[in-house]
């Protein structure tokens, strides 16, 4: 196991009816508030008026129309606001796209220049000072209630990048799983596979990590066991609630400690979404087999052979290849029971002429070709990608 830090601060309030907590949990930030939430599904659920019933003592402004695949452009917007109201505090309600781009706000206020230039620049000049940032969780998916990165799209530039720094961890997240209850089966789906992949990005990684491994079969088989149920029964509390929790805790540090990761799968989708603008966990399901069938050699075969045995209780007598390739085809039947797309042609995506601008990005603006646990070529990746359509 690698030397680690772990650290995480994050105050969350899970349950049934924990909204009450939001108003004395910020109180110590200030009473000047951006509420930040997206295309309107909190106004239809009716969160809108309780979240402002709750914080009645402050001073709201407002930025709602954040994308899915949030933009720059939003970014933009909220740091203009952040700055000429003297904003305190912002309070995300909504999925990962609003929590995301609530984080780039709080860090763009304080950067001198535009916004994507601070996203462009934060490997070279690290984040290290963001406005206080509340996120009450209703779409289990990303994590980013509870980690330190946001990932935002340049729609001019064609480009897709995380911003990364413990400065951007919610101070306070509110994580009722009722909240979710009203999330359509497409999301729950790509949700769903979004928190597997977060997991499976570091469960394919270096060896001695006895622990942390158990621990990520234990959240993938949460996953396998509670999505088609939310699915089937989208007001099932217990399926909302393990769904939730495990989208936390797959991506906040825990599941990674210790170990070289990977993380090609996202380099890939989000080379993806900023192209096409696709919903990111349906972008990784169709990836996902693609990228395991290209990876899996006698280097990373006792890893799928732990995956196929631990996580989807295939035959371990089998022979090893065997028995990879059966796990394999186990997540292809899983993202198919859960009804996602899995070919790009399903996406309107039936061409492979951006696919070389795309592998060149990810291979020079992430670790893909160096630190990924198996680093990928351009070459690669197109191949992978033309798997994909
Ligand atoms: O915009 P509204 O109207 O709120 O509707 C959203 C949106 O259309 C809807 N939704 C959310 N909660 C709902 C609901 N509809 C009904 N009832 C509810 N309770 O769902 C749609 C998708 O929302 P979005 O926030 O875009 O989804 P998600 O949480 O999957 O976030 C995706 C974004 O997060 C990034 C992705 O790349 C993508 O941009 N990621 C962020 C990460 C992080 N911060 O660590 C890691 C991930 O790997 C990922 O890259
Ligand atoms: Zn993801």
């Known amino acids: 196991m690698q030397n ?26 200030g009473k000047n508030v951006l509420l930040v939430y997206g295309g309107g599904s909190i106004k239809r659920t ?18 709602g129309g954040v994308e899915p695949n949030p933009r720059v452009s939003t970014v933009r917007k909220g740091v203009e606001i952040c700055r000429k109201e003297g904003i305190d505090i912002l309070l995300a309600v909504g999925g990962g796209s609003t929590i995301d781009c609530s984080k780039a706000i709080a860090a763009a206020v304080f950067y001198e220049g535009d916004a994507w230039d601070m996203v ?30 946001a990932v935002i799209s340049n729609d001019e530039t064609k480009e897709k990048l995380s911003i990364m720094s413990p400065a951007l961890l919610p101070k306070i997240a509110v994580m009722d799983p009722e909240n979710t209850f009203t999330v359509p089966a497409s999301q729950t789906a790509a949700g769903s596979a979004d928190i597997l992949s977060h997991i499976m990005e570091v469960y394919f990684g270096a060896e001695d990590t006895y622990m942390t491994d158990r621990i990520c079969e234990a ?25 939730m929790w495990a989208s936390s805790w797959a991506i906040n540090g825990l599941t990674n400690a210790g170990k070289a990761h990977d993380w090609s799968c996202h380099y890939i989708e989000h080379e993806l979404s900023a192209y096409y603008d696709i919903t990111h966990g349906v972008g990784l399901a169709i990836v996902t087999p693609r990228w395991m069938r290209h990876v899996l050699s006698d280097r990373t075969l006792d890893k799928f052979t732990a995956f196929a045995v631990n996580v989807w209780g295939c035959d371990a007598s089998l022979a090893p290849y065997e028995l990879a390739e059966k796990g394999i085809e186990a997540l292809e039947a899983f993202y198919k029971e859960l009804a996602i797309p899995m070919t790009l042609k399903e996406l309107n995506i039936t061409t492979d ?30 191949g992978i990608l033309k798997q994909c359509l």
């Open 4 to 29: 680690f830090s772990f650290s995480l601060p994050v105050q969350v309030f899970f349950g049934k009816g924990q909204l009450k907590h939001l108003s004395a949990a910020m109180e110590p930030y």
């Open 46 to 63: 009716g969160l809108y008026d309780k979240v402002k019933d709750v914080l009645k003592d402050c001073t709201i402004f407002e930025l």
């Open 120 to 149: 462009l620049n934060s490997r070279s000049k690290a984040i290290n000072k963001a406005l206080p940032i509340a996120a009450i969780l209703t779409l289990a998916a990303t994590g980013s209630e509870m980690d330190g990165a």
């Open 219 to 243: 959240i993938m088989k949460t996953v396998v066991h509670y999505a088609p149920l939310a699915m089937k029964e989208p007001d099932n509390y217990e399926a909302r609630a393990n769904l």
């Open 353 to 382: 002429e951006n696919f070389a601008a795309m592998a060149k990005h990810a291979v020079d603006f992430t670790g893909i070709g160096s630190i990924s646990y198996v680093p990928l070529t351009t070459a690669e990746i197109v």
